[in-house]
């Protein structure tokens, strides 16, 4: 498998874009206090979403508009790949949410 966030950026954009996203969405490297990870922000319909990837634990996560926080860990998946699975279905479902878009991606 590629490097997990890699993996989690591609499939991430791909799903991004089938929504009205405001402007680019591109994901920037992190040097955190204790580790590394990756963060982008999604502007839809007036509502921010920040997403997190923790690729050294195989980790992710979002902040819709800073307060409702999903995250995502290894151990609740049997492989990196369902996770990234399950991370672009729980965000494309709060995108749908957002936008009405309810067929998108089915």
Known sequence: MKEFHDTCINRLQEMLKEFPVKGTVSFEKIKGKHKDYYMASVTVTGHVIV???YPDDKEAGFKVDG????M???????????????LVAKLRKVLQDFTGEQNKGI
Not at 67 to 70: A, E, G, Q, S
Not at 72 to 86: G, N, R, T, V
Request: net charge negative; no cysteine; hydrophobic share 40%.
């Open 51 to 53: 997403v997190y990837l």
């Open 67 to 70: 307060w409702d926080w999903i």
């Open 72 to 86: 995502l860990e290894k151990y609740d998946y049997d492989s990196p790949d369902k996770l990234i699975s399950a």
